[in-house]
């Protein structure tokens, strides 16, 4: 059975998403991508790592992601190489998200709590539903973000509903 990922593009592109990565051995890589804009109108998403204890300041540069093709380029101030096992675990997932893939057995890529637009923690009574924080967004960035509301969001993932029967019928 594999495994349905909890964040989307949307979240990755929201301006403060936070979200880790495991695997079946307990492996965990947790990223942060953040949004700066560019003189030219565009935007540009920074992809860091978590290092350290902190979850608020243990981030350590790794490059820029293309929000267009889910692509990360290491600069000269990146502190990791193509080949480095974290940079390698980002491609994978950021891949794995572009293209709205499953995950295979045992794996994850989970938001950590935190609203992807304000950086606020996500309570359960934020949402508008006991799975509304599951999404990344707060209901007031929610409708920022998206100019819509939660329950038309989750109409739009109403495709995914017999797999989440599934997954939780099976356990």
């Known amino acids: ?72 380029r290491l600069t000269q101030k990146s502190k990791f190489t193509y080949d480095s096992m974290a940079v390698k675990v980002l491609q994978w997932a950021l891949k794995n998200i572009w293209m709205n893939r499953e995950l295979p057995e045992g794996y994850g890529i989970n938001s950590n709590g935190y609203c992807a637009r304000c950086g606020r923690m996500l309570t359960r009574h934020e949402g508008t539903d006991p799975e509304g924080h599951r999404y990344g967004f707060g209901p ?18 109403i495709w995914q509903l017999p797999r989440l029967i599934n997954k939780y019928v099976k356990n």
């Not at 909890?6 to 495991?22: E, M, N, P, T």
């Not at 409708?143 to 739009?156: A, I, S």
Request: hydrophobic share 35%; proline share 3%; charged share 20%.
């Open 140 to 157: 007031h960035c929610w409708k920022l973000v998206n100019g819509e509301t939660v329950w038309n969001f989750l109409r739009r993932k």
């Open 1 to 72: 059975m594999s495994t349905i990922i909890s964040v989307d593009k949307q979240f990755i592109l929201g301006g403060r998403a936070i979200f880790s990565v495991h695997n079946p051995k307990g492996q965990q890589y947790t990223f942060k991508v953040t949004r700066k804009d560019h003189f030219n109108g565009g935007n540009i998403y920074f992809v860091k790592l978590m290092y350290g204890p902190d979850n608020e300041n243990d981030f350590r540069y790794l490059g820029i992601l293309n929000p267009l093709k889910g692509t990360i």
